[in-house]
C-alpha cells in the first residue's frame, strides 16, 4: 500500500525555491517528497511517499530533527481529516 503523508514545513529562511526545499526535505527525510504548495514564502505544503506509516513516522522525525533549514514541521492535519472523511 502506498502512504503519503502531507506535512507543511516552515523554512529558516524565506524561498521562493520550491525544487530547493523539496530535495533537501527529500535527502533529510529519507522518502521521496513531493512539492505540493507554498503558503507564504516560508510555509510549503509537501507531500511524503513513504510506503507506509512507520517509514512516514520515522521520515517526519528526520525532518524535525533538522533545524538548521527547517523551523517548524507539522503533518497536515486538515488535509488528514479530509481524507478521512471521504
Known amino acids: ?3 503519503e503523508w502531507r506535512v507543511l514545513v516552515k523554512t529558516v529562511q524565506p524561498t521562493s525555491n520550491a ?6 526535505a ?3 527525510a529519507g522518502v521521496p517528497v513531493r512539492y505540493v504548495a507554498a503558503v507564504s514564502l516560508q ?12 517509514r512516514c513516522a520515522e521520515a517526519l522525525r ?6 538548521t ?15 478521512s472523511s471521504i
Open 43 to 54: 510555509w510549503h505544503g509537501l507531500g511524503l511517499a513513504c510506503g507506509d506509516e512507520t
Open 26 to 28: 527529500g535527502e533529510v
Open 69 to 83: 533549514y527547517f523551523e517548524t514541521v507539522e503533518r497536515d492535519e486538515r488535509r488528514r481529516a479530509l481524507s
Open 19 to 24: 525544487d530547493a526545499v523539496a530535495r533537501h
Open 1 to 3: 500500500m502506498d502512504v
Open 62 to 67: 528526520r525532518l524535525r530533527a533538522d533545524k
